[in-house]
């Protein structure tokens, strides 16, 4: 017999927009903060995100992510805890920082972070593994309540990938907007996406 699924859902809020995430760039390491609309984009998913109760918030270490949780009124409280976890930090593109898909084509054609190297960066999988220890870490709050992670998107799509036990580069499939908010939950026992990419 299967056990019984927690109790908790699982929210996704991916912070707002940066300058650098208006324009394509790959932000990991970097600072960046948000932009005015990143800062509406955050402020605007309070309404929907105060329906909820969540027995924990973590957030990456980027200010871009702490300041998101900041406006979209994820504070302790009503939060019973919020916490910064550096595992939700966004993928480390290496030599590829601040540098454009497009850009990086020009000398590799058809690169993707998905697939292809990131020189001096991470791989996915290792991006994966940071996802799973995330899952694994929330896992005693879930069965509590619902659980918010705030963080970056391609991290976060790596996220959903393995919540539904793909391997980290299936995350490729999903999209997530700068601000937008997302829900991972079950059905009867299996892991599902309740909402996916809702705009802030």
Same mark, same amino acid.
């Given at each position: 017999m299967s056990p019984a699924a927690p109790a908790g859902r699982v929210v996704l809020l991916r912070h707002g927009q940066t300058a650098w995430s208006r324009d394509g760039r790959h932000t990991?390491?970097?600072?960046?903060?948000?932009t005015k609309e990143g800062e509406r984009q955050a402020e605007a998913q309070a309404a929907h995100l105060a329906e909820l109760s969540f027995a924990l918030v973590a957030t990456s270490p980027r200010r871009r992510a702490r300041h998101t949780a900041d *406006?979209?009124?994820?504070?302790?409280?009503?939060v019973a805890e919020r916490v910064v976890w550096d595992d939700l930090a966004e993928w480390d593109y290496g030599d590829y920082e601040g540098i454009t898909t497009a850009t990086i084509r020009q000398t590799v054609p058809g690169w993707t972070v998905w697939g292809a190297p990131v020189p001096g960066g991470e791989r996915a999988d290792q991006v994966g593994a940071r996802a799973d220890a995330v899952l694994a870490r929330m896992r005693p709050s879930l069965e509590r309540g619902d659980v918010a992670l705030v963080g970056h998107g391609h991290m976060l799509r790596? *996220?959903?990938a393995r919540w539904l036990g793909l391997p980290a580069r299936e995350g490729a499939h999903f999209i997530l907007g700068a601000g937008?908010?997302?829900?991972?939950?079950?059905?009867?026992?299996?892991?599902?996406?309740?909402l996916l990419n809702l705009p802030g």
């Open positions: 990991g390491r970097t600072d960046v903060p948000l *406006l979209a009124g994820l504070v302790a409280p009503p790596v *996220l959903i937008s908010l997302s829900m991972l939950g079950h059905e009867h026992e299996s892991r599902v996406i309740e």
